[in-house]
Nanobody, 119 residues
Framework: QVQLVESGGGLVQPGGSLRLSCAAS???????????MSWYRQSPGKERELVAR????????NYADSVKGRFTISRDNAKKLVYLQMNSLKPEDTAVYYC?????????WGQGTQVTVSA
């Protein structure tokens, strides 16, 4: 079993920045570095969508087209943390942001953190 706890959400003005963090923990034998980590988001009335993904060793990342050039995903395997740096935020980035840990065939989700971009 893996537990994921997101933090760092909040209210920010358009053009502002936020950094989300996701802390992972698990039972004995849990090896964070084995997991692909992702950030998803979901707005009211919309399906949950992939925002960014980073592979287990951190060597490969991919992003939704809507956030390319503005968001950066990174990880610290020693601290069992994954980050999402969000710059140049827009109102359409408003959503609940979720952290996901994947190691086929397993998937674990956090509870989410609210990000609201509004003047």
């Amino acid at each position: 079993q893996v537990q994921l706890v997101e933090s760092g959400g909040g209210l920010v003005q358009p053009g502002g920045s936020l950094r989300l963090s996701c802390a992972a923990s698990g039972v004995s034998g849990f090896t964070f570095s084995y997991y692909t980590m992702s950030w998803y988001r979901q707005s009211p009335g919309k399906e949950r969508e992939l925002v960014a993904r980073i592979t287990s060793a951190g060597g490969s990342t991919n992003y939704a087209d809507s956030v390319k050039g503005r968001f950066t995903i990174s990880r610290d395997n020693a601290k069992k943390l994954v980050y999402l740096q969000m710059n140049s935020l827009k109102p359409e980035d408003t959503a609940v942001y979720y952290c996901k840990a994947s190691l086929v065939p397993l998937n674990y989700w956090g509870q989410g953190t609210q990000v609201t971009v509004s003047a």
